[in-house]
């Protein structure tokens, strides 16, 4: 088992920043892939980004590439998620999630991932 605790979200305007972190516990964090999804008031849960075990590859969504960062510490078995200039449309809860699957590719998709945090909110005014 893996147990994944997201902090870092909260109310920001337009323009502005936030960090997100995940803390990982349980297994050896670097045996998992991890991933930021999202999901607003009625919409299904979205990729946002995520990184290889070892933090030598990235994947990003196209809404937020260039504006966010994912990274990780696997010394202190936590994932960041680094947010610049938000948007009104990235509002939602931000969950981190960890995948065991040993694939060619990072995975981008909410059922390739065994275990997930319970979510932290952003919001952003404008």
């Known amino acids: 088992q893996v147990q994944l605790v997201e902090s870092g979200g909260g109310l920001v305007q337009a323009g502005g920043s936030l960090r997100l972190s995940c803390a990982a516990s349980g297994r050896r964090f670097s045996n998992y892939a991890m991933g930021w999804f999202r999901q607003a008031p009625g919409t299904e849960r979205a990729f946002v980004a995520a990184?290889?075990?070892?933090?030598?590859?990235?994947l990003y969504a196209d809404s937020v590439k260039g504006r966010f960062t994912i990274s990780r510490d696997n010394a202190k078995s936590t994932v960041y998620l680094q947010m610049n200039n938000l948007k009104p449309e990235d509002t939602a809860v931000y969950y981190c999630a960890a995948s065991g699957r040993w694939t060619s590719t990072i995975p981008d998709e909410p059922v390739e991932y065994d275990y997930w945090g319970q979510g932290t909110q952003v919001t952003v005014s404008s």
């Open positions: 990184i290889s075990r070892i933090g030598g590859s990235t």
